[in-house]
């Protein structure tokens, strides 16, 4: 199949294609989808089969207009509109009990909720509006690669098994978005996966408390999520996690040991490890918003940089606001492996 590039006066043709059942990928703010018509379980199966995914793992649909909800929900959670009306269009993903039989299983990986989002993105939402039907959007990489967030990165997964993709350059947030679950009307908001909007942003909207599902606290806890229990991707070289004051000791410890070693850091650490280590790839500044935004198509680039690397070291960041997100994503690439100081 011939994977084509849709440039902006093309929309209406991949609303087209996507509506009469076809593949194709769309940018988000968060990273890119795999978009098909979420109201056809014939083109929801071929999302799983060219990702190479389990499908017990539910999609999220994705809706240009909070509206198109209606048709699937009628029991909306008392926090809901407030949520909507400040972060849609944005990276928050929330989970609803649907109507009975009003998606297809495929989708919902036969569970009575349903994870629906409206993305950021013009393009995206125009051509959701074209196509008359929601689309679901796994991130558009093969299963056990990172999120792409460029459609180079889409391109180089997906090409010649997909229709086209929709161009729309680098995405600006860079780790995928929120997942709070409010299926329950009577319990409070819960977050199922940490993303762009966090749980401090949420509560002062809400004025009320928002959980944490419990796995992302603590290891043995099974999470709530089903996606969150895959293995996500892992580079093929090592990763390992460094704290910020413990930089001067993993980069000694590389030169000792004669490691072919990557780096993945903001400026300040880049500037002094361009010199002793093999490779280096600098976030655009050293906020932990542009190593979010970084981090997918650093290790995208580290893990093809040069043969025989041996380990990446990736600056860590603390715990809290967009961090949660950033270091959620990066300890599973690291396989929770900090480096310590001997
Ligand atoms: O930013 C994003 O959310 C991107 C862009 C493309 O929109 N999409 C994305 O989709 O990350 P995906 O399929 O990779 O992640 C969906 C997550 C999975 O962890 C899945 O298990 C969870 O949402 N999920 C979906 N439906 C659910 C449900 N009914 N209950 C609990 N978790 C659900
Ligand atoms: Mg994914």
Redesign the pocket.
């Known amino acids: 199949m011939e994977t084509k590039k849709f440039s902006e006066e093309q929309l209406s043709e991949a609303a087209k294609i996507l509506a009469a059942g076809g593949l194709v990928a769309f940018p988000?703010e968060?990273?890119?989808?795999l978009g098909a018509n979420a109201l056809l379980p014939e083109a929801v199966t071929q999302v799983y089969a060219v990702k190479g995914r389990p499908s017990d793992?539910?999609?999220?649909v994705?809706l240009a207009d909070p509206e198109q909800l209606k048709d699937y929900v009628d029991n909306l959670h008392p926090a809901a509109e407030k949520l909507m009306a400040k972060f849609w269009p944005g990276?928050l993903?929330l989970?609803f009990s649907i109507k009975n039989n009003s998606l297809p299983p495929i989708v919902?990986?036969g569970?009575s909720?349903?994870?629906f989002?409206m993305?950021a993105n013009k393009k995206t939402l125009s051509v959701i509006k074209q196509a008359h039907v929601p689309l679901v959007?796994?991130?558009?990489n093969t299963s056990g690669k990172p999120?792409p967030t460029s459609a180079e990165h889409v391109l180089h997964d997906l090409k010649g098994k997909i229709a086209g993709v929709i161009d729309d350059g680098a995405t600006s947030i860079g780790v995928?978005?929120t997942?709070l679950?409010l299926?329950d009307p009577a319990a409070n908001p819960m977050i199922?996966?940490p993303?762009a909007v966090t749980k401090e942003q949420l509560e002062t909207v809400l004025g009320s408390e928002v959980e944490i599902d419990k796995h992302l606290v603590s290891e043995s806890e099974r999470p709530?999520?089903?996606?969150?229990k895959y293995k996500h991707y892992a580079p093929d070289t090592k990763v390992v996690m460094v704290q910020s004051e413990d930089w001067p000791a993993a980069l000694d410890w590389v030169k000792q040991h004669r490691l072919r070693a990557g780096v993945l850091a903001g400026p300040s650490i880049c500037e002094t490890a361009r010199f002793e280590t093999a490779a280096v790839y600098m976030y655009a500044d050293d906020t932990v918003e542009a190593a979010a935004k970084g981090l997918f198509a650093g290790l995208r680039a580290l893990d093809e940089s040069i043969a025989g690397l041996e380990i990446i070291l990736a600056a860590a960041f603390p715990e809290t606001g967009m961090g949660s997100a950033y270091m959620n994503r990066l300890k599973k690439a690291a396989n929770q492996n900090f480096f310590q100081v001997k």
């Open positions: 988000t968060t990273v890119y989808g793992n539910p999609l999220i994705h990276p993903t989970i919902t990986g569970l909720t349903a994870a989002r993305p959007g796994p991130s558009a999120s995928e978005s997942v679950d299926s199922l996966r993303g709530k999520a089903p996606g969150m």
